[in-house]
Nanobody
Framework: QVQLVESGGGLVQPGGSLRLSCAAS????????MGWYRQAPGKQRELVAA???????TYADSVKGRFTISRDNAKNTVYLQMNSLKPEDTAVYYC??????????????WGQGTQVTVSS
């Protein structure tokens, strides 16, 4: 059974930081690339960042230089460190397991989502 469980969302002021975590079942973590998507109200879900099993990463242009994706293979966990947050980063963030293909293709494995709200 594939499980992805996110945590770490919340309310933060503009310019603040949050770290999201996603704990994955071992049967998927060890063989897949992992990604973070987000979906804001009235908008399509978009890829924020992804990382392959070897640690290579890719980011959406809107978060480059502010967000960092990482993974701890011993803990089957992927993280998203978000710094210099902006109101436009407000969204539900979803963990995803996928393939490292041009450069990332999400598969239909999703966590339940965690709300990130950036507001003063």
């Amino acid at each position: 059974q594939v499980q992805l469980v996110e945590s770490g969302g919340g309310l933060v002021q503009p310019g603040g930081s949050l770290r999201l975590s996603c704990a994955a079942s071992s049967n998927i973590f060890s063989i897949n690339a992992m990604g973070w998507y987000r979906q804001a109200p009235g908008k399509q879900r978009e890829l924020v960042a992804a990382i392959n099993s070897g640690g290579r990463t890719t980011y959406a242009d809107s978060v480059k230089g502010r967000f960092t994706i990482s993974r701890d293979n011993a803990k089957n966990t992927v993280y998203l460190q978000m710094n210099s947050l902006k109101p436009e980063d407000t969204a539900v963030y979803y963990c995803n397991a996928g393939l490292w293909v041009a450069p990332y293709e999400g598969l239909d494995y999703w966590g339940q989502g965690t709300q990130v709200t950036v507001s003063s």
